[in-house]
């Protein structure tokens, strides 16, 4: 409480100086003039009394600093003065200002998006109720996330470690509210998902594990707030109403709340809908194989008390009783635990790698922008010694003065800081509302939060210091005597100094950024002209599923054959091929397989996990796929005729031996059907163009239907004009069913999107990295051309040639420049190490890539050093003599 | 340095309080000569260091001030205990007392009581 007033007091006072200051001054003189009074009583002279008085006050101006200090908060009083100092230093030089303030804005800015990013998706928890507890289940060594049904369900029973554990699935569906049939993507759900995760309904109610009565007894959808708010304009009146799914009534029976968008955090479903209705949503009803594990991601809050090693442990003795149990289906049935969002971590490792990878990056121009701006203040510094030797002089303290320079720095920084966090704010909105694939519903929810605005603030006042820090050693070493005498501190030593280390190492930062965009980039062109195993221009796709508008599995085969009939029939069209799914797109389906030999089929005796397409007698020439060897499919290869397929080259290999023994060999499937191999085709690109030669198998749709389904329409016409035509040939046909029709380059882009992201903001990282250290050799050359224009010139006089001059004005830093480069050069092919997990064949040991770092190193260190140089070459050595 | 002057300084705050307990409203300069006149020493010089002190208690609440007139018929500033200083005045002559005493004892320990 005393404490608080004083201060109050003191506050207060600061701002009432003068009056006070009188008080203090008339005070004084009355006590003076007591004690002088009192000194002449005892019988000295008018002049010695008040001299005794004066002694025996002692030290005026001492005392009033120390009342001054009593009375005022010195240090606020202080800091102001310094504020106000060192705005007007900053105003009297806005150049360096706005460099130091541009410098910082980038850097600062670039940090806090990846931050961002990095906060939104890793670091922040699912917007669900206890998310600290709640974890996502994967199976295996891979960390498969995907999970059968009958697995799941036992898991979920046996367990004695979660409170309940629900599973998932992303799946798209037809939907039709009495108008115009649209396409929507769902998370088919089991019935107690919402129960398990702790949401309750914004509106009406949600579905629940008691509703569940076996295959498709719950025709229920449970909306999301957006697309409630997008598609029934907030009406409430939507509870109860009747829609067609697929064809199917389905009931709405509430909206969920608008926080909550799934449990996945980048795909932004439009609805959820029990899994028990698969039947009717997908076409078909797999729940009930235990081998078949689609993309059921299973997840669950852990009881109150238990440790993750106890749950796993937990989940892995039920493991061992399924592989007992169905030694068929599962196979090294171990355990682990995930943080859900990301898909466990089929997504989450590889982002989290990167965006750590990204993140530091950003730190390390941080750094480099500190150093720069560190370089810039100690050279500032230095030409302010007069200054601060006079001010040393005068008995202020060096803490006072140092306190002045980490004052401006600070400034600066936060100046900066404050610029960058709302450019990165805007950038971060913009993200978080941008869909990138405009047929999936993929969203990057990365709005900031207060981490973000903290670490801005954190990393503003950081750098603030650290570069502030760089000019402490010299202005601490300022001999006053010897500044004012000489007039400046020019030692151009020989030594290295520390701005020197800086500059190597900031230069070795940014050959590490250019290393690793040029090997990004390469990459990227690389996967761009490599082989797919399918060529995709001049090609159209259809993307639907027959289930959208009904077809059961009787209907299916005629209506895809019908469609297939109908679009050749296109004027232009050279072939039409049907896939159950896209290669390079949602993943692939793949299987255990077995050679003709194996009795035993457990997954363990596997001999290959090909993937698997289901595809029609024309895909392979629609697809330009190269057919090395054999046959292709016919209509005729039917459910009458014997099963047969097409493997890759990399399948015959892994099987047979080779491609020649492939054709007319067998093979089992887990079930025990032997299979014939009728033709090999060339390897391709199935599941992410980083992956090494996959072995995939194919097999004639009519053996194995599916009602997922995309048309690969071959043309050699004008896209325009046949997407017309496809779009009405397709609805001649059925009117009720949603597709999507879009060239095969354009859905490619999907596939491409992670290495171009990546390289995209490798590239803007590394441009950032190249100027900043660019104007880091500037500043370093122009700084020690104009601190040496002297001597320069009295060589000159004595006939040093240009290239001398040139060799002595800016030999260090083309040796730093050097020294620098191949540091980073170095570092940076350590570093592409982990890109190679995101672009396609990025190596950096690859010529041109090397090849490309040294020229835009040099580039750079040219443009750096030319104006420094013409500088040093336009020295007239009279005029500069004659002028000292 | 530093603790020295704290020292110093809390002692002088104590002896300010004291004095215009016993004295009543009392201008500086008159605290300054009762403090010189009863502690000799430690006021004979830098009595300015007095004023620090003062303002420090002013602005605790322990003491406050008005203008008044000096003996020599002079505007001075005239100090006074408030209701609070009196109290911390108490609260402090306990604390000192205590103190001296311990350290007191301290001082007249002989090894032999110690065994």
């Not at chain 1, 410098?103 to 109720?129: K, Q």
């Not at chain 1, 009939?565 to 793949?590: F, T």
Request: with cysteine; hydrophobic share 45%.
């Amino acid at each position: 409480m005393k404490s608080l007033k004083r201060f109050f007091t003191r506050l207060f006072n600061s701002a009432a100086r003068r009056a006070q200051e009188e008080r203090l001054r008339e005070e004084i003189a009355e006590h003076i003039a007591l004690q002088t009074a009192e000194n002449l009583r005892a019988g000295l002279s008018p002049i010695e009394a008040r001299r005794q008085a004066m002694l025996k006050f002692g030290g005026v101006e001492g005392m009033k600093q120390d009342y001054r200090a009593e009375r005022g908060l010195p240090w606020i009083e202080n800091l102001l003065l310094d504020l106000r100092f060192a705005l007007r230093m900053l105003c009297k030089s806005p150049g360096f200002t706005a460099v130091a303030v541009v410098t910082l804005a980038v850097t600062i800015g670039a940090n806090s998006v990846v931050f961002g990013v990095l906060n939104a998706l890793i670091l922040r928890p699912l917007n669900v109720p206890n998310a600290h507890s709640l974890y996502a289940i994967e199976r295996g060594p891979d960390m498969a996330v995907n999970h059968s049904y009958p697995d799941y369900r036992d898991l979920r029973d046996r367990n004695r470690s979660f409170e309940n554990l629900a599973a998932y699935n992303v799946t798209g569906v037809g939907l039709d509210t009495g108008h115009n049939p649209s396409s929507a993507w769902i998370l088919e759900t089991t019935g107690n998902y919402f129960d398990a995760l702790g949401i309750e309904p914004y509106l009406g109610r949600f579905f629940h594990a008691s509703d569940e009565h076996g295959p498709n007894s719950a025709p229920y959808i449970v909306l999301t707030y957006a697309y409630w708010h997008a598609h029934f304009q907030d009406d409430r009146g939507v509870v109860g109403r009747v829609v067609q799914l697929n064809k199917h009534p389905f009931t709405i029976l509430g909206v969920a709340p608008p926080e909550f968008r799934g449990t996945l955090l980048i795909v932004f479903p439009d609805f959820w809908v029990p899994l028990v209705n698969q039947e009717q949503v997908e076409g078909e009803n797999v729940l009930e194989a235990r081998g078949n594990r689609g993309l059921l991601m299973v997840l669950g809050h852990l009881k109150a008390g238990v440790t993750p090693a106890q749950a796993v442990a937990d989940l892995n003795s039920v493991g061992s009783y399924l592989e007992k149990t169905y030694p068929k289906d599962d196979g090294h049935m171990t355990f682990t635990l995930a943080r859900p969002g990301l898909a466990g971590d089929w997504l989450g490792t590889p982002m989290r790698a990167f965006l750590t990878g990204l993140m530091l990056l950003a730190g390390l121009i941080l750094l480099a922008a500190c150093a720069n701006l560190g370089s810039l203040f100690a050279a500032r510094a230095a030409d302010r010694s007069r200054e601060v030797a006079v001010r040393l002089a005068l008995g202020s303290g060096p803490m006072r003065i140092l306190r002045q320079l980490f004052t401006e720095a600070v400034l600066v920084s936060l100046i900066g800081g404050a610029v960058g966090l709302w450019g990165s704010v805007q950038l971060l909105h913009g993200l978080s509302v941008w869909q990138p694939l405009p047929t999936a519903p993929l969203q990057v929810p990365v709005t900031p939060d207060a981490n973000v605005y903290a670490v801005a603030l954190l990393l503003s006042l950081a750098s603030g210091f650290l570069f502030g820090a760089v000019p402490v050693r010299q202005v601490l070493h300022t001999d006053p005597y010897q500044v004012i005498k000489s007039g400046s501190t020019s030692k151009m030593g020989r030594r290295i100094s520390i701005r020197d280390l800086l500059l190597v190492v900031q230069i070795a930062i940014c050959a590490v950024l250019v290393t690793s965009s040029l090997v990004a980039v390469r990459g990227l062109v690389r996967s761009l002209h490599s082989t797919f195993g399918f060529e995709p221009r001049n090609a159209m796709l259809v993307e639907t599923a027959l289930s959208m508008a009904g077809y059961s599995a009787d209907t299916v085969p005629a209506m895809q054959k019908r469609m297939i009939e109908a679009l050749e029939a296109i004027p232009g069209v050279k072939s039409v091929g049907l896939v159950d799914r896209l290669p390079l797109y949602y993943g692939a389906n793949s299987t255990h397989v077995f050679t003709d030999k194996t009795a035993d089929l457990l997954p363990a005796n596997a001999a290959a996990q090909p993937v698997i397409y289901n595809i029609s007698p024309e895909y392979f020439d629609a697809a330009q796929t190269t057919l090395l060897g054999g046959r292709t499919f016919t209509w005729h290869d039917d459910r009458n005729a014997p099963p047969v397929a097409v493997v890759n080259r990399e399948f015959a290999g892994k099987i047979f031996g080779s491609a020649t023994n492939a054709i007319g060999g067998y093979f089992k499937r887990h079930d025990g059907t032997r299979i014939q191999v009728v033709g090999i085709v060339e390897d391709g690109k199935y599941g992410s163009l980083a992956e090494d030669s996959q072995p995939a198998m194919f097999l004639p749709i009519l053996q194995s239907p599916s009602n997922q389904m995309c048309l690969v329409v071959r043309s050699n016409g004008d896209s325009q004009q046949l997407a017309k035509a496809i779009k009405s040939t397709v609805q001649d046909l059925d009117a009720g069913l949603p597709f999507n029709l879009v060239s095969w380059n354009k859905e490619l882009e999907s596939a491409l999107f992670p290495s171009r992201m990546a390289t995209l903001s490798l590239g803007v990282l590394g441009a950032m990295g190249a100027l900043l250290s660019m104007t880091g050799i500037f500043g370093m050359a122009a700084y020690s051309v104009s601190k040496r224009k002297r001597e320069l010139g009295i060589r000159m006089a004595l006939g040093a040639q240009p290239k001398e001059v040139l060799r002595a004005a800016l030999g260090r830093a083309v040796k730093l420049l050097t020294f620098g480069s191949a540091a980073g050069l170095l570092l940076g092919i350590l570093a592409s190490r982990v890109l190679a997990s995101i672009v396609y064949q990025a190596t950096p040991r690859d010529p041109l890539v090397l090849a490309g770092v040294v020229l835009a190193m040099s580039l750079l260190g040219l443009l750096a050093t030319w104006i420094p140089a013409q500088r040093a070459l336009s020295i007239d050595p009279m005029i500069l003599l004659r002028e000292e | 340095m530093k603790q020295k002057t704290d020292v110093l300084q809390g002692t002088l705050a104590l002896m300010v309080l004291k004095t215009l307990d016993v004295l009543g409203p009392l201008h500086g300069y008159g605290i300054a000569r009762r403090i010189e006149q009863i502690s000799g020493d430690l006021l004979a010089v830098n009595q300015g260091t007095l004023y620090p002190v003062l303002l420090k208690l002013e602005q605790e609440g322990a003491i406050d001030s008005e203008w008044g007139a000096s003996e020599n018929n002079r505007r001075a500033r005239f100090y006074q205990l408030t209701k609070d200083g009196r109290k911390q005045l108490q609260a402090e002559t306990q604390d000192w007392q205590q103190t001296a005493a311990i350290i007191g004892r301290f001082f007249e320990v002989k090894p032999e009581d110690l065994s």
